[in-house]
């Protein structure tokens, strides 16, 4: 074995290792080797060790866990971490005594697990912390500073890291003649914590700014206060891209005003951070503002309506707040319809770029508003203040000339009414509202709006068509109720009834198609 070539040698003790691992850790519950067939393989990976020590530990450092060919070598195994890492710390020993700190950079060369050479340092005794410090601070330097020390001064605790960084900045301006802007450089790579700000804060003004500046974001390790104070110190050079994807993990450290400023401000500058935003932060943000008490609700609503500008119609179904305002303030719900609807008068010309993404917003917010006016925060429906709102909504549709789009949209918005507690259904305010003779557009909307409210179905291939026929007799049940004294509701409910009702048919055919297939 050791005759072959490195790359060979490399792959064989690898499977080696492997068969190893499996045979002393689950060999025992199967039909593994036999006690001599295992003793043979210890033995042959044992003579396969290379001499090159470089190449004998690497395999240790590749991953940032790797499974030990031994026994209790398994990940889940209590005392593997622990043996992983006192194998680790033998092995930069060995390097170390043999060929320095350039052996243990050419170790994490070979291996390209940068992470966890860094972690181990510490643990290796026979490195003297000065040792290190002025060999990295040389290198540094010189421009080409080791990636694993870096890792190591990541990998420090806030009191190690103060002593640490303390002696870099010591050696550098003493030996090395350090500027202002050199030891920036250097506390880049350092840990982001209090130790380090502290360091940065005895630098010019130009340094500590830029520091600040070209921070890309809060770290998550951080405590509450630490999180603050470095939240102040961005926030005060205009880094509001670090403050956006700190607070993403973090959101529950800040208020919903602190929020709201914080996406204010990268919403003005359109910075880049809020690409690196998901749906569910934004979601989440939007629900820590909607439950803060101490946020303008004129500001909640306006920065609601940015966000679903920003990011799209997904954004707009968790905008309760602004699907509030719409069922509240018919005048704004109107705003929505002027722009989302052409007017009921045809009017010449194209609308230009910035009014075509305005009428796209308000059409997503309105598909998602799934409210009818006159229901309360409670979850309570007031038919007085449903009247009321349709009546005011009509006459300012009436006026500005969008009675048309006003009846589409009302009618969708009706079809979402609660149940009464004794299953009546719809409220009576609706059922006024679906008699009027005027409002064909409302009672089609309304249909359409109910049969949307019921969303995706589900079924087993051969069910058929039940679902649809309890719900017509569902609706079969509505439209008797209201037959006497509102019939053209009661036309409508039943229209909706035999919608479903011819829906059951077509799903029986699909279940028997599905019997004769299968």
């Known amino acids: 074995l050791n005759k072959g070539a490195p790359h060979d040698l ?133 421009g080409d500073a080791p990636e ?11 009191e190690d890291s103060s002593r640490i960084l303390k002696g870099f900045i010591s050696y550098g301006k003493d030996t ?17 914590n209090q130790a380090t700000w502290n360091l940065v804060g005895e630098l010019n003004e130009k340094c500590k700014k830029k520091y600040w500046v070209e921070m890309y974001s809060l770290p998550t390790w951080l405590d509450g206060p630490s999180r603050k104070a470095a939240a102040k110190n961005l926030i005060g ?50 629900k820590t503002m909607e439950s803060c008490e101490q946020l303008d ?23 309760y707040e602004l699907h509030r305002e719409l069922i509240e303030n018919p005048d704004q719900l109107l705003f929505m319809i002027s722009k989302a609807y052409k007017p009921d008068m045809k009017h010449d010309g194209e609308l230009d770029e910035a009014d075509a993404h305005l009428a796209e917003v308000c059409s997503q917010v309105l598909m998602y508003t799934k409210r009818t006016p006159g229901l309360e925060s409670d979850g309570t429906f007031s038919d007085d203040k449903c009247r009321a709102f349709i009546a005011h909504l009509r006459k300012r549709a009436e006026e500005e000339g969008y009675l048309k789009a006003m009846q589409h949209v009302i009618g969708e918005l009706a079809a979402y009414a609660p149940e009464k507690e004794n299953g009546d259904w719809p409220p009576q305010c609706i059922c006024e509202l679906l008699e009027n003779q005027e409002y064909d557009r409302i009672r089609s909307s309304f249909q359409t709006g109910v049969y949307n409210k019921r969303g995706i179905t589900s079924r087993s291939p051969y069910d058929g ?48 198609s599905s019997k004769d297939q299968f």
């Open 237 to 286: 050079v205009g880094n509001n891209g670090a403050m956006l994807r700190g607070i993403r993990y973090h959101k529950k450290d800040f208020t919903g005003v602190e929020i709201a400023d914080i996406l204010e401000r990268n919403l003005a500058s359109s910075d880049v951070a809020l690409k690196d935003l998901k749906l569910h932060n934004i979601q989440d943000f939007i």
């Open 10 to 142: 490399r792959s064989i003790r690898k499977s080696l290792r492997n068969k190893l691992h499996w045979e002393l850790n689950y060999g025992q519950e199967r039909e593994g080797f036999s006690p001599d067939n295992l003793a043979a393989l210890q033995k042959c990976y044992a003579d396969s060790e290379p001499e090159d020590l470089i190449e004998r530990h690497q395999w240790l450092f590749e991953d940032h866990y790797c499974e030990l060919p031994e026994q209790e070598g398994r990940k889940s195994s209590e005392q593997s971490e622990k043996r992983l890492k006192l194998l680790r710390a033998e092995a930069l020993t060995q390097v170390y005594n043999k060929l320095g700190l350039e052996g243990i950079e050419q170790l994490a060369f070979e291996a390209g697990e940068l992470f966890c050479i860094g972690s181990v340092l510490h643990d290796v005794q026979t490195i003297s912390e000065q040792e290190k410090i002025e060999w990295m601070a040389i290198r540094f330097g010189k």
């Open 297 to 319: 609700r004129h500001r909640l609503l306006r920065l609601e309506f940015q966000l679903v500008s920003a990011f799209g119609q997904f954004i707009a179904e968790s905008t």
């Open 148 to 158: 694993f020390m870096c890792e190591w001064l990541r990998f420090c605790n806030e």
């Open 176 to 192: 090395l003649k350090w500027t202002d802007n050199e030891i920036l450089n250097f506390l880049k790579c350092a840990n982001n």
């Open 465 to 512: 068509g039940d679902q649809e026929r309890e719900i017509a007799k569902r609706f079969d049940r509505y439209a008797e109720k209201c037959q006497i004294e509102y019939p053209l509701a009661s036309e409508t409910l039943s229209g909706i009834a035999d919608s479903y009702r011819r829906d059951a048919v077509h799903h029986d055919r699909n279940a028997e």
